[in-house]
């Protein structure tokens, strides 16, 4: 008698992402889990990402983008963050655009990485930035290039780390 062996691989929802009007649950493949056009019906455990623009969204299927090597960027620089301690506590990440990368965490600090050359360089400083902050802390963390990193508060000049 013959047999079928079946592999299944479970793709976990991670983040959403907005297409025109609809929002998109995707894994962190790009494969769409999900489509809604109301964010609130959204699950609150989901990153917002912001991503470049999409050719191609159908659920079941990875997104498809019109600069063919976005593909192969998002999932090399999800793949590196996804490491870091403070990856958990991100709520945002604007990956729309290589040349300017920015990140919302906890609600409270913005992280503007600049351009994703140097990007493991940037994330360690971004770590220690937040390491060294109080859990209050509010402002913008900015990474100049891969030797200097800033953090301004929300009411006070920045501080150069």
């Known amino acids: 008698s013959e047999s079928v062996d079946l592999i299944f691989t479970e793709d976990r929802a991670l983040f959403y992402t907005k297409i025109y009007d609809e ?4 894994s962190q493949s790009m494969r769409v889990l999900g489509r809604y056009t109301d964010e609130a019906d959204i699950p609150k455990e989901l990153k917002c990402i912001s991503l470049p623009a999409v050719s191609y969204a159908v659920v079941g ?3 498809q983008f019109f600069d063919t090597s976005y593909l192969d960027f998002l999932s090399e620089f ?3 963050i996804g490491d870091y301690s403070f990856y958990p506590q991100i709520d945002a990440l604007d990956l729309s655009n290589r040349s300017y990368l920015s990140i919302s965490y906890e609600d409270r600090l ?5 351009s994703s050359e140097d990007i493991d360089t940037k994330l360690l400083f971004v770590k220690s930035i937040i390491e ?3 859990a209050e802390d509010e402002g913008t963390i900015t990474l100049i290039d891969n030797k200097k990193a800033t953090f ?5 000049a920045g501080m150069t780390y």
């Open 132 to 134: 060294s902050l109080r």
């Open 78 to 80: 999800l793949d590196k």
């Open 23 to 26: 929002y998109f649950v995707i």
């Open 152 to 156: 301004s508060p929300v009411s006070i």
């Open 110 to 114: 913005t992280i503007d990485l600049g």
């Open 61 to 63: 299927y990875d997104l």
